[in-house]
């Protein structure tokens, strides 16, 4: 079992940035796989990054590919996710995911580990 817990959320104005981490525990020297998803009222949850074990696979949502940033420092156990040039539409609750079995997957169903999310609000 790997426990997630994010951070770092808050409000922003349009053009801001912020910097989400998502900090696991417990079984972690298994390795795992993490995925940011987000989910805004009234809407479905998405995928916005994924990173791999040792952090050289990522990929991006088409929305956020050039300002969202993900990484990841394995000796502190944490995952970050830089935000730049945010908009109004990335307003939503942002959680981090992790997988030990399931490798670059977008679909937020295939993840078994979930934080509690932190909300991100951006005013325009």
């Known amino acids: 079992q790997v426990q997630l817990v994010e951070s770092g959320g808050g409000m922003v104005q349009a053009g801001g940035s912020l910097r989400l981490s998502c900090a696991a525990s417990g079984r972690t020297s298994s390795g795992y796989v993490v995925a940011w998803f987000r989910q805004a009222p009234g809407k479905d949850r998405e995928f916005v990054a994924y990173?791999?074990?040792?952090?050289?696979?990522?990929s991006y949502a088409d929305s956020v590919e050039g300002r969202f940033t993900v990484s990841r420092d394995n000796a502190k156990n944490t995952v970050y996710l830089q935000m730049n040039n945010l908009q109004s539409e990335d307003t939503a609750r942002y959680y981090c995911?992790?997988?030990?079995?399931?490798?670059?997957?977008?679909?937020?169903?295939?993840?078994?580990?979930w934080g509690q999310g932190t909300q991100v609000t951006v005013s325009s």
């Open positions: 995911a992790g997988s030990q079995t399931v490798l670059g997957s977008m679909k937020w169903h295939e993840y078994s580990y």
């Open positions: 990173i791999g074990w040792s952090g050289v696979s990522t």
